[in-house]
């Protein structure tokens, strides 16, 4: 997720798409990115710390990676999640 500013239309990130793609059609992800307007509310905030593969969180939400998971080991990376 990466949020945007109040400018940008689907039409342009339409375009950014098309342009990569022409550069780079070997990218498959390409075909899963999506353009949405999220409006959130009430929130929580959690701090995991360990293994990505460790937990799992349902339902829409952000993971902020706190460590480089190159250089950090497993049990210390550090992920904050906003639901």
Do not use: C
């Not at 390409?30 to 999220?38: A, H, I, K, V």
């Not at 929130?43 to 939400?61: E, F, I, N, P």
């Amino acid at each position: 997720m990466l949020a945007q500013p109040p400018g940008v239309k689907p039409a342009g990130i339409a375009a950014a798409i098309a342009a990569v793609r022409g550069k780079k059609p070997q990218l498959s992800s390409l075909d899963s990115l999506r353009f949405e307007r999220w409006v959130e509310g009430p929130s929580v905030q959690l701090l995991h710390t360990g293994s990505y593969d460790a937990a799992r969180m349902r339902g829409k939400h952000h993971e902020i990676y706190l460590n480089d998971p190159r250089r950090t080991a497993p049990e210390r990376l550090s992920t904050i999640w906003l639901r």
